[in-house]
């Protein structure tokens, strides 16, 4: 594996990789690897000759107040777990190479990045879809892996790339790869390591709670009940807040009240010991006239 850090050398590289016409997959990353990247990084093995990786901590899409400083730094330890995967590239760069001095621009998605988690983290996806419109730039992969995790990330991505024509001449596809979830559900995170024991233990009701609200919905009842009975569960569980919990148009995100025919998400980020949780499922089953 190679491990480049500035943009000389990860235009070299990339050229060397792409030398017989070989396809290159970019799996965007902010490090403290877990097995959920690594199962991007093997889903992007699947689809492309070569695997790149980036690791970059983006400050930009952090808020005041948020968890910049203290988000793990573990370059070493994920470079030998990437090195075992097999990937080609590490593409490491500094803030300075990311943000050079004078950086004055920034990418805004409307309609996706406004409700939910950008609701909560104003400014937040200004800077994920900036920074992931420069990763698109720098490497120039065929495709790129994200995690369905972060739902309404994958949908801020997808619009810019739509609407930026990143998808041509490069990115010809954006992959979303499925949840990896811990043994009692929880969806894998960086940052499920800030939990104690207690407070991992009780962040296991989220996917429990979720799943329990899923079926209310899908067999028919109130929304809003379902969604509120959701809330009290994990508020009684030790959850402190919750920032939301709403069913939305799985592609368009547009929070709903009553079911639709579409693809549905169940998608909620609530708040454990000052750690932000977020997760999303598919809801679907049976139409309200087909129980009828
Ligand atoms: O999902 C993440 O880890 C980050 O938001 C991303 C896509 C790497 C951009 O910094």
Known sequence: MQTVSTLDMLRKTVTSLRQSGETLALVPTMGALHEGHLTLVREAGKLA??????????????GEGEDLDSYPRQLAEDSAML???GVDLLWAPTASVMYPQGFASSISVEGVSSGFCGAARP????GV???????????RPDIACFGEKDWQQLAVIRTMARD??????????????AT?????????????????????????????AMKEAIARIEDGQDIT????????????????????????DAMSLQPLEQRIERPMRLLVAARIGGTRLIDNMAVGGKLPEARA
């Open 129 to 139: 879809a900036t920074v992931v419109c420069k990763l698109f730039n720098q490497v």
């Open 225 to 248: 009940r379902s969604l509120a009975a959701l809330e009290d569960e994990l508020l009684g569980a030790g959850f402190d807040t919750v920032d939301y919990a709403d069913l939305a």
């Open 83 to 85: 090195e075992a995967e």
């Open 180 to 208: 990896v979830r811990e043994a009692d559900g929880l969806a894998m995170s960086s940052r499920n390591r800030y939990l104690t024991p207690e407070l991992r233990e009780a962040a296991g009701t989220l996917p429990l």
């Open 49 to 62: 000759d070569h695997v790149a990786v980036s690791i970059f901590v983006n400050p930009t899409q952090f």
């Open 164 to 177: 930026l024509d990143l998808t041509f001449p490069h990115v010809s596809a954006i992959h979303g790869i």
């Open 123 to 126: 400014g937040h996806f200004d």
